[in-house]
Protein backbone atom coordinates (compact mmCIF):
# COMPACT_ATOMS: atom_id res chain seq x y z
CA UNK A 1 0.00 0.00 0.00
CA UNK A 2 0.87 3.57 -0.91
CA UNK A 3 3.08 5.16 1.96
CA UNK A 4 0.98 7.22 4.43
CA UNK A 5 3.37 9.53 5.86
CA UNK A 6 2.57 12.07 2.86
CA UNK A 7 -0.83 12.39 4.54
CA UNK A 8 1.01 14.43 7.76
CA UNK A 9 0.28 17.93 7.62
CA UNK A 10 0.20 21.41 9.07
CA UNK A 11 -3.48 22.18 7.34
CA UNK A 12 -4.17 26.02 7.61
CA UNK A 13 -1.89 26.38 10.62
CA UNK A 14 0.35 29.36 9.60
CA UNK A 15 -2.89 31.45 9.13
CA UNK A 16 -4.67 29.91 12.56
CA UNK A 17 -1.66 30.95 14.88
CA UNK A 18 -2.03 34.51 14.29
CA UNK A 19 -5.15 35.18 16.04
CA UNK A 20 -6.94 32.57 18.61
CA UNK A 21 -10.40 33.18 17.46
CA UNK A 22 -9.79 32.57 13.75
CA UNK A 23 -10.41 29.23 13.90
CA UNK A 24 -10.58 27.12 10.40
CA UNK A 25 -14.71 26.47 11.25
CA UNK A 26 -15.17 30.31 11.49
CA UNK A 27 -13.26 30.63 8.60
CA UNK A 28 -15.82 28.11 6.84
CA UNK A 29 -18.67 29.77 8.70
CA UNK A 30 -17.60 33.19 6.26
CA UNK A 31 -16.70 31.41 3.04
CA UNK A 32 -20.24 29.74 3.14
CA UNK A 33 -22.28 32.69 4.34
CA UNK A 34 -24.10 35.25 2.23
CA UNK A 35 -22.21 38.74 1.78
CA UNK A 36 -24.29 40.00 4.58
CA UNK A 37 -23.04 38.09 7.25
CA UNK A 38 -19.54 37.85 5.67
CA UNK A 39 -19.69 41.96 5.85
CA UNK A 40 -21.34 41.88 9.86
CA UNK A 41 -17.82 39.16 10.40
CA UNK A 42 -15.54 41.56 9.40
CA UNK A 43 -17.59 44.53 11.16
CA UNK A 44 -17.09 42.34 14.47
CA UNK A 45 -13.70 41.63 13.57
CA UNK A 46 -13.06 45.07 13.40
CA UNK A 47 -14.57 45.71 16.61
CA UNK A 48 -12.40 43.43 18.22
CA UNK A 49 -9.11 44.70 16.79
CA UNK A 50 -9.81 48.16 18.83
CA UNK A 51 -10.58 46.55 21.43
CA UNK A 52 -14.69 47.40 21.62
CA UNK A 53 -15.68 43.81 22.80
CA UNK A 54 -19.29 44.67 24.00
CA UNK A 55 -20.07 45.79 20.51
CA UNK A 56 -18.51 42.80 18.91
CA UNK A 57 -19.99 40.74 21.49
CA UNK A 58 -23.62 42.38 19.99
CA UNK A 59 -22.53 42.08 16.27
CA UNK A 60 -21.87 37.71 16.96
CA UNK A 61 -24.80 37.85 18.13
CA UNK A 62 -26.35 39.08 15.33
CA UNK A 63 -24.55 36.97 12.92
CA UNK A 64 -25.65 33.78 15.35
CA UNK A 65 -29.03 34.75 14.67
CA UNK A 66 -28.49 34.76 10.98
CA UNK A 67 -26.61 31.97 10.98
CA UNK A 68 -29.50 29.62 13.49
CA UNK A 69 -32.22 30.87 10.55
CA UNK A 70 -30.35 29.75 7.44
CA UNK A 71 -28.31 26.51 9.05
CA UNK A 72 -30.52 25.71 12.00
CA UNK A 73 -30.21 26.71 15.92
CA UNK A 74 -27.95 23.89 16.04
CA UNK A 75 -25.78 23.67 13.24
CA UNK A 76 -22.20 23.99 14.07
CA UNK A 77 -21.83 27.30 12.37
CA UNK A 78 -24.27 28.78 14.82
CA UNK A 79 -21.99 27.20 17.22
CA UNK A 80 -18.93 28.71 16.32
CA UNK A 81 -20.38 32.26 16.12
CA UNK A 82 -21.90 31.71 19.73
CA UNK A 83 -18.66 30.99 20.52
CA UNK A 84 -17.06 34.06 19.24
CA UNK A 85 -19.66 35.96 21.06
CA UNK A 86 -19.07 34.19 24.35
CA UNK A 87 -15.10 34.79 23.74
CA UNK A 88 -15.63 38.84 23.48
CA UNK A 89 -17.90 38.69 26.17
CA UNK A 90 -15.07 37.48 28.00
CA UNK A 91 -12.56 39.85 26.67
CA UNK A 92 -14.85 42.80 27.43
CA UNK A 93 -14.64 41.77 31.05
CA UNK A 94 -10.83 41.54 31.33
CA UNK A 95 -8.72 43.39 34.07
CA UNK A 96 -5.77 44.80 33.09
CA UNK A 97 -4.09 41.65 34.30
CA UNK A 98 -5.98 39.71 32.45
CA UNK A 99 -5.59 41.64 29.51
CA UNK A 100 -2.15 41.68 29.86
CA UNK A 101 -2.18 37.68 29.47
CA UNK A 102 -4.01 38.09 26.50
CA UNK A 103 -1.15 40.12 24.83
CA UNK A 104 1.16 37.42 25.34
CA UNK A 105 -0.82 34.67 24.30
CA UNK A 106 -1.25 36.98 20.54
CA UNK A 107 2.38 37.66 20.71
CA UNK A 108 3.34 33.99 21.37
CA UNK A 109 0.77 32.99 18.49
CA UNK A 110 3.01 35.83 16.28
CA UNK A 111 5.94 33.71 17.23
CA UNK A 112 5.00 30.79 16.32
CA UNK A 113 3.33 31.65 13.00
CA UNK A 114 6.88 33.69 12.28
CA UNK A 115 8.88 30.78 13.24
CA UNK A 116 7.04 28.18 11.14
CA UNK A 117 7.34 30.80 8.02
CA UNK A 118 11.19 30.04 8.64
CA UNK A 119 10.81 26.15 9.42
CA UNK A 120 11.76 26.88 12.87
CA UNK A 121 10.02 24.12 14.57
CA UNK A 122 11.55 23.99 18.45
CA UNK A 123 10.61 27.80 18.11
CA UNK A 124 7.06 27.14 17.20
CA UNK A 125 6.95 24.81 19.84
CA UNK A 126 8.14 26.61 22.36
CA UNK A 127 5.66 29.36 21.89
CA UNK A 128 2.91 27.47 21.41
CA UNK A 129 3.40 25.46 24.64
CA UNK A 130 3.27 28.96 26.71
CA UNK A 131 0.55 30.26 24.49
CA UNK A 132 -1.47 26.47 26.06
CA UNK A 133 -0.15 27.74 29.37
CA UNK A 134 -1.47 31.26 29.38
CA UNK A 135 -4.37 30.65 27.59
CA UNK A 136 -5.20 27.67 30.48
CA UNK A 137 -4.91 30.33 32.97
CA UNK A 138 -6.94 32.78 31.22
CA UNK A 139 -9.79 30.73 30.08
CA UNK A 140 -9.53 27.05 31.76
CA UNK A 141 -8.57 24.06 30.95
CA UNK A 142 -11.75 22.95 29.12
CA UNK A 143 -11.88 26.26 26.85
CA UNK A 144 -12.86 25.54 23.38
CA UNK A 145 -10.37 28.50 22.56
CA UNK A 146 -7.80 26.22 24.42
CA UNK A 147 -8.76 23.08 22.91
CA UNK A 148 -8.34 25.22 19.29
CA UNK A 149 -4.41 26.43 20.31
CA UNK A 150 -3.79 22.34 21.60
CA UNK A 151 -4.90 20.99 18.45
CA UNK A 152 -2.20 23.88 16.42
CA UNK A 153 -0.05 22.34 18.76
CA UNK A 154 -0.59 18.92 18.16
CA UNK A 155 -0.62 19.46 14.59
CA UNK A 156 3.07 20.46 14.71
CA UNK A 157 4.05 17.70 17.30
CA UNK A 158 2.50 15.31 14.84
CA UNK A 159 4.58 16.64 11.68
CA UNK A 160 7.60 16.75 13.67
CA UNK A 161 7.52 12.96 14.84
CA UNK A 162 6.20 13.30 18.38
CA UNK A 163 3.02 11.14 18.24
CA UNK A 164 2.79 10.97 21.93
CA UNK A 165 2.74 14.44 22.69
CA UNK A 166 0.63 14.88 19.80
CA UNK A 167 -1.73 12.18 21.18
CA UNK A 168 -2.23 13.96 24.92
CA UNK A 169 -2.81 16.93 23.07
CA UNK A 170 -5.46 16.12 20.49
CA UNK A 171 -7.05 13.99 23.05
CA UNK A 172 -7.35 17.40 25.37
CA UNK A 173 -8.80 19.19 22.45
CA UNK A 174 -11.05 16.70 21.71
CA UNK A 175 -12.78 16.17 25.34
CA UNK A 176 -13.22 20.36 25.47
CA UNK A 177 -14.53 20.82 21.69
CA UNK A 178 -16.92 17.75 22.18
CA UNK A 179 -18.31 19.60 25.64
CA UNK A 180 -18.88 22.51 23.83
CA UNK A 181 -19.94 21.93 20.28
CA UNK A 182 -20.97 18.24 20.48
CA UNK A 183 -20.05 15.30 18.07
CA UNK A 184 -21.52 17.17 14.73
CA UNK A 185 -19.19 19.61 14.17
CA UNK A 186 -15.71 20.41 11.98
CA UNK A 187 -13.65 20.61 14.47
CA UNK A 188 -14.51 17.46 16.21
CA UNK A 189 -14.57 15.65 13.38
CA UNK A 190 -10.58 16.74 12.07
CA UNK A 191 -9.25 15.39 15.14
CA UNK A 192 -11.11 12.39 15.25
CA UNK A 193 -9.05 12.08 11.84
CA UNK A 194 -6.14 13.49 13.38
CA UNK A 195 -6.19 11.02 16.21
CA UNK A 196 -6.75 8.06 13.83
CA UNK A 197 -3.67 9.19 10.91
CA UNK A 198 -1.35 9.29 13.79
CA UNK A 199 -2.20 5.86 14.81
CA UNK A 200 -1.45 4.77 11.04
CA UNK A 201 1.26 6.21 10.51
CA UNK A 202 3.05 4.95 13.59
CA UNK A 203 2.24 1.08 12.36
CA UNK A 204 -1.18 1.30 14.51
CA UNK A 205 -3.66 0.71 11.76
CA UNK A 206 -6.17 -1.77 13.92
CA UNK A 207 -6.10 0.97 16.53
CA UNK A 208 -6.81 3.81 14.12
CA UNK A 209 -10.20 1.97 12.84
CA UNK A 210 -12.13 3.22 15.40
CA UNK A 211 -11.10 6.84 15.10
CA UNK A 212 -11.17 6.90 11.37
CA UNK A 213 -14.53 5.26 11.61
CA UNK A 214 -15.90 7.75 14.10
CA UNK A 215 -14.44 10.58 11.68
CA UNK A 216 -16.34 9.14 8.69
CA UNK A 217 -19.36 9.20 10.65
CA UNK A 218 -19.23 12.80 11.17
CA UNK A 219 -17.92 14.13 8.12
CA UNK A 220 -20.61 12.44 6.31
CA UNK A 221 -23.15 14.07 8.87
CA UNK A 222 -21.52 17.68 8.75
CA UNK A 223 -20.30 17.49 5.22
CA UNK A 224 -22.89 15.34 3.41
CA UNK A 225 -22.36 12.54 0.96
CA UNK A 226 -21.18 14.09 -1.99
CA UNK A 227 -18.12 15.95 -0.06
CA UNK A 228 -14.63 15.33 -1.39
CA UNK A 229 -13.97 15.61 2.87
CA UNK A 230 -16.40 12.77 3.52
CA UNK A 231 -15.07 10.63 0.08
CA UNK A 232 -11.07 11.22 1.75
CA UNK A 233 -12.14 9.82 5.13
CA UNK A 234 -13.87 6.93 3.32
CA UNK A 235 -10.31 6.49 1.87
CA UNK A 236 -8.09 6.95 5.03
CA UNK A 237 -10.89 4.42 6.93
CA UNK A 238 -10.12 1.76 3.90
CA UNK A 239 -6.19 1.87 3.69
CA UNK A 240 -6.48 1.03 7.80
CA UNK A 241 -8.19 -1.63 6.85
CA UNK A 242 -6.42 -2.88 4.69
CA UNK A 243 -3.27 -2.46 6.16
CA UNK A 244 -4.87 -4.54 9.35
CA UNK A 245 -5.39 -7.21 6.64
CA UNK A 246 -9.11 -6.76 5.76
CA UNK A 247 -8.71 -5.89 2.67
CA UNK A 248 -12.38 -7.25 2.05
CA UNK A 249 -13.64 -4.28 4.57
CA UNK A 250 -11.29 -2.03 2.50
CA UNK A 251 -12.75 -2.40 -0.78
CA UNK A 252 -16.27 -1.31 0.17
CA UNK A 253 -14.96 2.04 1.85
CA UNK A 254 -12.33 2.69 -0.88
CA UNK A 255 -14.75 2.31 -3.56
CA UNK A 256 -17.30 4.75 -1.85
CA UNK A 257 -14.58 7.09 -1.32
CA UNK A 258 -13.77 6.80 -4.70
CA UNK A 259 -17.56 7.09 -6.02
CA UNK A 260 -18.04 10.18 -4.48
CA UNK A 261 -14.60 11.47 -5.50
CA UNK A 262 -15.52 11.13 -9.21
CA UNK A 263 -19.05 13.02 -8.29
CA UNK A 264 -17.52 15.62 -6.38
CA UNK A 265 -14.46 16.41 -8.62
CA UNK A 266 -14.97 14.87 -11.89
CA UNK A 267 -13.06 11.58 -13.94
CA UNK A 268 -9.36 12.89 -13.85
CA UNK A 269 -8.97 14.47 -10.46
CA UNK A 270 -5.52 13.39 -8.86
CA UNK A 271 -7.33 12.49 -5.68
CA UNK A 272 -9.16 10.11 -7.79
CA UNK A 273 -6.74 8.76 -9.34
CA UNK A 274 -4.87 8.01 -5.48
CA UNK A 275 -8.50 6.33 -4.39
CA UNK A 276 -8.57 4.18 -7.73
CA UNK A 277 -4.49 3.49 -6.68
CA UNK A 278 -5.82 2.25 -3.37
CA UNK A 279 -8.68 0.21 -3.88
CA UNK A 280 -6.37 -1.44 -6.73
CA UNK A 281 -3.95 -2.75 -4.53
CA UNK A 282 -6.46 -3.66 -1.58
CA UNK A 283 -8.43 -5.69 -4.53
CA UNK A 284 -5.29 -7.51 -5.28
CA UNK A 285 -4.50 -8.55 -1.59
CA UNK A 286 -7.85 -9.94 -1.93
CA UNK A 287 -7.36 -11.76 -4.82
CA UNK A 288 -9.41 -9.93 -7.76
CA UNK A 289 -6.48 -9.44 -9.92
CA UNK A 290 -8.59 -8.77 -12.64
CA UNK A 291 -10.72 -6.19 -10.73
CA UNK A 292 -7.17 -4.52 -9.36
CA UNK A 293 -5.81 -4.69 -12.98
CA UNK A 294 -8.85 -2.04 -14.06
CA UNK A 295 -8.62 0.19 -11.45
CA UNK A 296 -4.76 0.20 -11.71
CA UNK A 297 -5.30 0.67 -15.76
CA UNK A 298 -7.34 3.86 -14.88
CA UNK A 299 -5.22 5.02 -12.02
CA UNK A 300 -1.99 5.45 -14.26
CA UNK A 301 -4.54 6.81 -17.35
CA UNK A 302 -5.08 9.57 -14.82
CA UNK A 303 -1.63 10.22 -13.67
CA UNK A 304 0.18 10.40 -16.44
CA UNK A 305 -1.77 12.87 -18.25
CA UNK A 306 -1.76 15.35 -15.69
CA UNK A 307 -0.56 18.71 -17.08
CA UNK A 308 2.41 19.25 -15.04
CA UNK A 309 4.63 16.55 -15.75
CA UNK A 310 5.19 13.45 -13.51
CA UNK A 311 2.66 12.76 -11.01
CA UNK A 312 4.66 11.39 -7.72
CA UNK A 313 2.20 8.76 -7.54
CA UNK A 314 2.85 7.73 -11.17
CA UNK A 315 6.07 5.39 -10.39
CA UNK A 316 3.70 3.39 -7.88
CA UNK A 317 0.37 3.12 -9.89
CA UNK A 318 2.86 2.09 -12.90
CA UNK A 319 4.78 -0.63 -10.65
CA UNK A 320 1.15 -2.15 -8.96
CA UNK A 321 -0.28 -2.33 -12.30
CA UNK A 322 2.97 -4.50 -13.52
CA UNK A 323 2.20 -7.04 -10.46
CA UNK A 324 -1.67 -7.16 -11.53
CA UNK A 325 -0.67 -7.98 -15.13
CA UNK A 326 1.84 -10.87 -14.07
CA UNK A 327 -1.35 -12.10 -12.04
CA UNK A 328 -3.69 -11.87 -15.08
CA UNK A 329 -0.84 -13.87 -16.98
CA UNK A 330 -0.15 -10.47 -18.92
CA UNK A 331 3.88 -10.53 -18.22
CA UNK A 332 5.31 -8.90 -21.76
CA UNK A 333 3.21 -5.72 -20.83
CA UNK A 334 5.03 -6.16 -17.24
CA UNK A 335 7.84 -6.37 -18.13
CA UNK A 336 7.20 -3.36 -20.25
CA UNK A 337 6.27 -1.32 -17.08
CA UNK A 338 8.75 -2.62 -14.97
CA UNK A 339 11.60 -1.49 -17.45
CA UNK A 340 10.14 2.16 -17.32
CA UNK A 341 9.36 2.37 -13.98
CA UNK A 342 12.79 1.13 -13.46
CA UNK A 343 14.84 4.16 -15.94
CA UNK A 344 12.55 6.55 -13.76
CA UNK A 345 14.16 5.23 -10.26
CA UNK A 346 17.59 5.23 -11.83
CA UNK A 347 17.12 8.48 -13.51
CA UNK A 348 15.42 10.18 -10.27
CA UNK A 349 18.01 8.81 -7.65
CA UNK A 350 15.32 6.96 -5.57
CA UNK A 351 16.21 4.77 -2.99
CA UNK A 352 18.40 2.04 -3.47
CA UNK A 353 15.82 -0.07 -1.37
CA UNK A 354 13.09 1.21 -3.72
CA UNK A 355 15.16 0.50 -7.06
CA UNK A 356 16.10 -3.40 -5.30
CA UNK A 357 12.18 -3.98 -5.33
CA UNK A 358 11.81 -3.20 -8.57
CA UNK A 359 15.05 -5.21 -9.48
CA UNK A 360 13.58 -8.26 -8.11
CA UNK A 361 9.97 -8.05 -9.40
CA UNK A 362 12.20 -7.45 -13.40
CA UNK A 363 13.99 -10.48 -12.78
CA UNK A 364 11.71 -12.94 -11.62
CA UNK A 365 9.85 -12.36 -15.24
CA UNK A 366 12.92 -12.65 -16.80
CA UNK A 367 13.56 -15.45 -15.17
CA UNK A 368 10.39 -17.38 -16.22
CA UNK A 369 11.50 -16.44 -19.98
CA UNK A 370 14.87 -18.18 -19.63
CA UNK A 371 16.14 -14.63 -20.06
CA UNK A 372 19.08 -15.83 -17.31
CA UNK A 373 22.03 -13.23 -17.84
CA UNK A 374 20.11 -10.26 -17.16
CA UNK A 375 17.74 -11.98 -13.99
CA UNK A 376 20.73 -12.59 -12.43
CA UNK A 377 22.48 -9.46 -12.67
CA UNK A 378 19.53 -7.55 -11.47
CA UNK A 379 19.20 -10.09 -8.36
CA UNK A 380 22.61 -9.04 -7.54
CA UNK A 381 21.68 -5.90 -7.77
CA UNK A 382 18.78 -6.07 -5.52
CA UNK A 383 20.54 -8.50 -2.79
CA UNK A 384 23.67 -5.84 -2.52
CA UNK A 385 21.79 -2.94 -2.40
CA UNK A 386 19.33 -4.69 0.37
CA UNK A 387 22.44 -5.52 2.37
CA UNK A 388 23.75 -2.26 2.77
CA UNK A 389 20.06 -0.73 3.27
CA UNK A 390 18.43 -3.45 5.07
CA UNK A 391 20.90 -5.76 6.42
CA UNK A 392 21.48 -9.55 5.16
CA UNK A 393 18.77 -10.93 7.92
CA UNK A 394 15.95 -8.91 6.47
CA UNK A 395 13.16 -11.00 4.69
CA UNK A 396 13.49 -8.60 1.65
CA UNK A 397 17.40 -9.45 1.23
CA UNK A 398 16.64 -13.28 1.77
CA UNK A 399 13.99 -13.18 -0.46
CA UNK A 400 16.21 -11.46 -3.50
CA UNK A 401 18.80 -13.77 -2.38
CA UNK A 402 16.60 -17.10 -2.63
CA UNK A 403 15.61 -16.14 -5.90
CA UNK A 404 19.23 -15.79 -6.98
CA UNK A 405 19.87 -18.87 -5.73
CA UNK A 406 16.78 -20.87 -7.31
CA UNK A 407 18.07 -18.94 -11.43
CA UNK A 408 21.21 -20.49 -10.52
CA UNK A 409 19.83 -23.88 -9.70
CA UNK A 410 17.76 -24.22 -12.90
CA UNK A 411 20.65 -23.16 -15.27
CA UNK A 412 22.38 -26.11 -13.60
CA UNK A 413 25.08 -23.57 -11.97
CA UNK A 414 25.05 -25.21 -8.70
CA UNK A 415 28.46 -24.96 -7.60
CA UNK A 416 27.69 -21.24 -7.93
CA UNK A 417 24.31 -21.87 -5.70
CA UNK A 418 25.99 -23.86 -3.31
CA UNK A 419 28.08 -20.98 -2.01
CA UNK A 420 25.21 -18.45 -1.53
CA UNK A 421 22.81 -21.26 0.23
CA UNK A 422 23.89 -21.63 3.33
CA UNK A 423 23.45 -17.64 3.67
CA UNK A 424 19.78 -18.43 3.51
CA UNK A 425 19.38 -20.26 6.45
CA UNK A 426 15.78 -19.35 8.00
CA UNK A 427 15.34 -17.93 11.71
CA UNK A 428 13.20 -20.52 13.64
CA UNK A 429 9.61 -20.66 12.29
CA UNK A 430 10.44 -19.01 9.28
CA UNK A 431 10.39 -19.34 5.83
CA UNK A 432 13.04 -18.21 3.18
CA UNK A 433 10.84 -18.03 -0.50
CA UNK A 434 13.22 -18.85 -3.60
CA UNK A 435 10.76 -17.54 -5.88
CA UNK A 436 7.70 -15.45 -6.48
Known amino acids: ?????????????????????????????????????????AAARQLEATGEFVKAREEWDRIAAHLAVQFGEDSWQAANARLESETADVQAGLDAAQRARMARIRENQTQAAEALARNDRQQVLQSMSSAIDESRQL????????????VQAAQIH????DPQV????????????????????????????????????NDQAAMAIP?????????????????????????????????????????????????????????????????????????????????????????????????EGAHPQLVAAKTHLATALVLTGESEEAETLLRTVMAVHRASGTSSQETA?????????LGRKNEVMEAEQLLRDAVAAQQQTLGDSHPET??????????????GRT???????????AAPGETVRQDE
Open 415 to 425: GEADTLRPRLT
Open 139 to 150: FGAQSPVVARIE
Open 211 to 307: WLAQSVAVSRRVFGEDSPIYADRLTSLGVAQYESGNPAEAITNLARGEAVQRMALGENHPRRAQALLDLGVASLANGQAAEGREYLRAAVEILDGQP
Open 1 to 41: MIDRSEHLYLSGLAITLVLVFESWASAQTIAQAPTPLESMT
Open 398 to 411: RRSLGALVALLDRA
Open 166 to 201: AWELYRSALSALRDYFGDDHPEVEAVNYSLGNLLQI
Open 158 to 161: HASG
Open 357 to 365: RISFKLAIL
